[in-house]
């Protein structure tokens, strides 16, 4: 009884501890070129914009931007960038429903 309490005890510990654990978001980039943004504030799109996204935050957007040193750079012409989606009259979904959803943009269920 005493080892089951010692393996119970040591994988809820293991649980806790993963469940602490941030992720390591070290600060690689991501820079998005030549991309068309759509802001959604009934302004003209902006075509040819430069992205750049450092760790899990956008860092910069603009037209003259320099490329960080050692960022993977992905040609975005021809695509866009909008804000994420929000489905708001979503009755139902299943887990792997969500993915569904991100892959077309939506980002928030309520």
Not at 13 to 39: E, G, M
Not at 98 to 106: D, E, K
Request: glycine share 6%.
């Amino acid at each position: 009884m005493a080892m089951k309490l010692r393996i119970i005890f040591l994988l809820f510990l293991s649980v806790l501890l993963l469940a602490r654990a941030k992720p390591d978001h070290t600060q690689a980039s991501v820079v998005l070129t030549h991309a068309t943004i759509i802001d959604v504030t009934g302004s003209a799109p902006r075509r040819d914009v430069t992205v750049v996204i450092t760790g899990d935050r956008i860092s910069a957007v603009g037209d003259n931007i320099s490329v960080p040193a050692g960022a993977q750079v992905v040609d975005a012409t021809g695509k866009f960038l909008i804000p994420g989606l929000w489905d708001m009259h979503v009755h139902w979904y299943a887990r792997d429903t969500f993915t569904l959803f991100l892959a077309n943009g939506v980002t928030q269920l309520t």
